[in-house]
């Protein structure tokens, strides 16, 4: 949902009724999370990412009645503060009328919406690498790990790629594109990145670079580690510089 500072945005969420019961819902609105294992949750209180948007909604029609069989659209209304920047964040769940259901963060997004609410125009992506690291497994596969923190107030889609060389030699032994497990990091929040590398190569010392991009204006981060292969794949670990 995106607007102007100052304006208000409408859209709705469509439920459906896969019964053959009559069912009222309860609409109600709150936090979300996406963690860093790529789980999203509705947490009891404020994330971490403290880019908050429940204050920003309004529930339009918070009680629904399905029909058997039936469908709905459940309005919902976002009014953005004149001094709001970049990007917030909170979810639409239902309840039942006639039941009790399971109010944990896990269960209440199964039967939920994410809402990302924008104040166009404003806001900036930024983000840092906090850790990289190279594993050799016990059957010689290398695990190139990134870990990573989104710094704006805009959510990011990284894109990473990785450069294996071996040590002392600019020769490129294998580029890779990592395959990136969400479509998107909420501004505030942080990631993991994990590719195997099981290409059979002489034992030795190589390095990883990772080139990693969040947005086309903006430089990418790029950092490195070494790791050795050793001729049993005993496990040798690297981790990148600070």
Same mark, same amino acid.
């Given at each position: 949902?995106?607007?102007?500072?100052?304006?208000?945005?409408?859209?709705?969420?469509?439920?459906?009724?896969?019964?053959?019961?009559?069912?009222?819902?309860?609409?109600?609105?709150?936090?979300?999370?996406?963690? %860093? +294992?790529?789980?999203?949750?509705?947490?009891? +209180?404020?994330?971490?990412?403290?880019?908050?948007?429940?204050?920003?909604?309004?529930?339009?029609?918070?009680?629904?009645?399905?029909?058997?069989?039936?469908?709905?659209?459940?309005?919902?209304?976002?009014?953005?503060? %004149?001094?709001?920047?970049?990007?917030?964040?909170?979810?639409?769940?239902?309840?039942?009328?006639?039941?009790?259901?399971?109010?944990?963060?896990?269960?209440?997004?199964?039967?939920?919406? /994410?809402?990302?609410?924008?104040?166009?125009?404003?806001?900036?992506?930024?983000? !840092?690498?906090?850790?990289?690291?190279?594993?050799?497994? /016990?059957?010689?596969?290398?695990?190139?790990?990134?870990?990573?923190?989104?710094?704006?107030?805009?959510?990011?889609?990284?894109?990473?790629?990785?450069?294996?060389?071996?040590?002392?030699?600019? !020769?490129?032994? !294998?580029?890779?594109?990592? &395959?990136?497990?969400? %479509?998107?990091?909420?501004?505030?929040?942080?990631?993991?990145?994990?590719?195997?590398?099981?290409?059979?190569?002489?034992?030795? &010392?190589?390095?990883?670079?990772? /080139?990693?991009?969040?947005?086309?204006?903006?430089?990418?981060?790029?950092?490195?580690?070494?790791?050795?292969?050793?001729? +049993?794949?005993?496990?040798?670990?690297? &981790?990148?510089?600070?």
């Amino acid at each position: 949902m995106a607007s102007r500072p100052g304006g208000r945005r409408t859209e709705a969420v469509e439920v459906v009724n896969l019964t053959e019961d009559e069912i009222t819902l309860i609409a109600r609105t709150g936090e979300w999370l996406r963690t %860093s +294992s790529n789980t999203d949750l509705i947490p009891d +209180s404020v994330p971490a990412h403290k880019r908050s948007g429940l204050n920003f909604l309004t529930l339009r029609q918070p009680e629904v009645v399905l029909p058997p069989n039936g469908r709905r659209r459940v309005p919902l209304l976002a009014s953005i503060p %004149s001094n709001a920047t970049g990007e917030v964040y909170a979810a639409l769940y239902f309840d039942r009328r006639d039941r009790e259901l399971d109010q944990t963060p896990e269960a209440r997004i199964r039967r939920g919406a /994410t809402v990302r609410i924008q104040a166009e125009g404003t806001g900036r992506r930024s983000a !840092e690498l906090t850790a990289f690291e190279a594993n050799r497994d /016990t059957k010689g596969a290398t695990i190139l790990t990134v870990q990573y923190r989104n710094t704006g107030d805009l959510s990011l889609t990284p894109e990473a790629v990785f450069i294996i060389r071996k040590e002392g030699s600019n !020769e490129t032994v !294998e580029s890779i594109r990592a &395959k990136i497990p969400v %479509s998107y990091v909420q501004a505030g929040g942080e990631g993991v990145l994990t590719q195997e590398w099981a290409k059979v190569v002489d034992p030795g &010392k190589y390095t990883a670079e990772l /080139t990693f991009r969040f947005d086309p204006k903006t430089p990418p981060l790029v950092k490195r580690t070494d790791f050795v292969v050793s001729a +049993s794949y005993a496990g040798e670990t690297g &981790k990148g510089p600070n």
